[in-house]
């Protein structure tokens, strides 16, 4: 929805702080709805709450496109609602169907998220200046997707065999993740991770107009990071599945984030292509490595769900701050710098909760 904003507020004659108000209903949605995941899931079988978000990730992008105020914010908020549900369940289908595979198949599993999302932006403009599309066209058109992921998830939720173990697993695990020390650790880098990510997404582009670069090239920049954080999305699971324990893998995180950070702090031309890769970079890896300790620090399905569904809760209202707290902290100085430092007492804060997630650690036997 992000590139067809302006068409948005111009055809609906809003302003822009309505408007910029849909792109974080989805982030409140998953805040709001995470932690009840599991808990449905474990009261109507794993593969049929999927199933389920999928049929309201539909109807959510059909209301959303029809036109009016009401459709697209209350639509939008169902789409955030269904897609709670993936990012919360898939983690827990995930370590019960590929207990071995673990490491490909979170890596498969984030890299097609990131390569759709990125697909999903660039192609939206197109598709609204087809015909008569315009933007309620080019939103309804991603519906297709959803549709046909049902078709082929629909077969999954007849198949006893999650629907049981799930409920199972739920009905015999009495512990409290919001009490867990190693859960907290998970969530605060699962959050501080995404922090770094939106803001940056949100506020690049203006700061590297700062250093000479016009808004066309600040989008290419912007373009670059995200490109960068592909390839690393796939590897860094693997690599982190092979290992005993992930704590040097989330401190070079850290590291490359205060690096990135420290390069757009000095304004110098010649870093900042170098700052924008390395940004990218630590966000693959920070995500990752999120996904990873989902299914790491737990001992099976369910205890993956519910961590996934705290820190993803916390993580998510934690980044939603991001860009508000450091366009706030721009008002107050008028410059980046401050803002920028603020940045990197992030990145190395991740880095501390990064290397105390990374250690090897089950939540169960803590």
């Known amino acids: 929805v992000g590139p067809l904003i302006p068409s948005i507020r111009e055809h609906l004659d809003v302003s822009h702080t309505v408007v ?89 599993y984030a890299v097609c998220m990131n390569i759709f999302g990125a697909l999903a932006s ?32 629909f077969p999954h939720i007849e198949k006893k065999k999650h629907v049981a173990t799930f409920a199972e697993e739920g009905e015999r695990k009495k512990i409290n993740m ?3 020390m190693t ?63 992930q704590k040097w893998l989330s401190v070079l995180t850290g590291l490359f984030f205060l690096l990135a950070t420290l ?23 920070g995500f990752s490595l999120s996904m990873m300790f989902f299914t790491l620090r737990t001992k099976d399905g369910y205890e993956a769900s519910e961590l996934s569904g705290m820190a993803q809760s916390f993580g998510y209202l934690l980044a939603a701050c991001g860009p508000v707290i450091f366009g706030g902290i721009h008002d107050l100085t008028g410059g980046w710098i401050i803002p920028l430092m603020f940045l990197s007492g992030i990145a190395m804060m991740l880095l501390f909760f990064g290397f105390l997630a990374g250690r090897d650690i089950v939540i169960e036997e803590e």
């Open 20 to 108: 910029g108000s849909i792109t974080t209903l989805p982030l409140i949605a998953f805040a709001l709805i995470s932690p009840f995941a599991p808990k449905l899931a474990n009261k109507f079988g794993l593969e049929r709450m999927i199933f389920i978000s999928m049929l309201l990730l539909v109807a959510g992008i059909g209301l959303r496109s029809v036109t009016g105020i009401a459709p697209l914010f209350i639509g939008t908020a169902i789409v955030g609602i269904a897609i709670s549900f993936g990012n919360v369940l898939i983690p827990g289908f995930i370590k019960m169907s590929f207990p071995f595979r673990i490491g490909i198949t979170t890596g498969l």
């Open 122 to 153: 660039g192609i939206s403009i197109p598709l609204a200046n087809i015909g008569s599309f315009g933007w309620q066209g080019a939103l309804a058109a991603w519906s297709i997707l959803a549709v046909i992921a049902a078709v082929l998830w």
């Open 178 to 180: 919001w009490k867990s």
């Open 183 to 245: 859960a907290w650790q998970v969530t605060i880098f699962m959050g501080l991770q995404s922090l770094m990510f939106y803001t940056i997404l949100t506020w690049l582009p203006e700061i590297l107009q700062v250093s000479g670069y016009r808004l066309d090239e600040a989008g290419w920049m912007l373009s670059l990071m995200q490109f960068s954080l592909i390839p690393v999305t796939f590897m860094m699971p693997i690599i982190a599945g092979k290992m005993n324990n």
């Open 263 to 285: 390069g757009f702090l000095s304004g110098q031309t010649s870093l900042i292509i170098l700052s924008v890769v390395l940004f990218g970079i630590a966000c693959g890896s």
